[in-house]
């Protein structure tokens, strides 16, 4: 009687925690591919992931970069702010149509950056947030479109996979960017 009582109550918490957690995905979007991106993440564990965007009161949009600037047209995403204050990540809308995994690395990449300006050692930890994802969501048996962010998935997946404790090789592939070295100089969040 008491074992099925505890099976009971496992069943229950298993049910109950996946509702809550698909409560607190639609807190973040209204977007469907991007829930089905958090649900991705979550599926996973990546708590860390959940945790930057809660702490950011984050929201996650896709977003046509170039009314920022026709310089973002083909940056993959950005945090950014709206004329409130509000926080977001804002997904270059031309990837809306790239698998959903891909779409769960950006916002891995997106929620660790909490400042208002960016740092080399916030954005090494962006971007190997993004190639250990990417590792873990990646299908095996999938070939991907080859597009510029499946090649730069696979890059950053790789360079993490040869990058020792002396030689991070994501930090350097950062500090020797022509786009990295301006944007880490006067980075400031931008408002749309």
Request: net charge positive; hydrophobic share 40%; charged share 25%.
């Amino acid at each position: 009687m008491l074992k099925r009582v505890l099976v009971l109550l496992a069943c229950l918490f298993v049910v109950f925690s996946s509702s809550v957690s698909a409560m607190n995905v639609k807190y973040f979007s209204d977007d469907s591919k991007i829930r089905e991106a958090l649900m991705m993440l979550d599926d996973i564990g990546a708590s860390e992931i959940f945790d930057n965007l809660q702490e950011n009161s984050v929201k996650i949009i896709f977003y046509d970069l170039t009314q920022i600037s026709f310089k973002y047209q083909n940056t993959f995403a950005i945090n950014s702010t709206d004329n409130w204050g509000d926080r977001y990540i804002l997904i270059n809308s031309r990837y809306k149509n790239a698998p959903t995994e891909q779409i769960a690395c950006l916002i891995a990449h997106e929620s660790c950056h909490k400042g208002k300006v960016a740092t080399l050692a916030e954005e090494t930890t962006a971007t190997r947030t993004e190639a250990k994802y990417w590792t873990v969501l990646k299908k095996r048996n999938v070939v991907y479109a080859n597009t510029a962010l499946t090649n730069r998935l696979n890059n950053l997946a790789n360079l993490e996979s040869v990058s020792t404790v002396d030689h991070d090789r994501i930090q350097e592939r950062i500090s020797n960017s022509s786009f990295y070295q301006s944007q880490l100089a006067v980075r400031e969040r931008r408002s749309f």
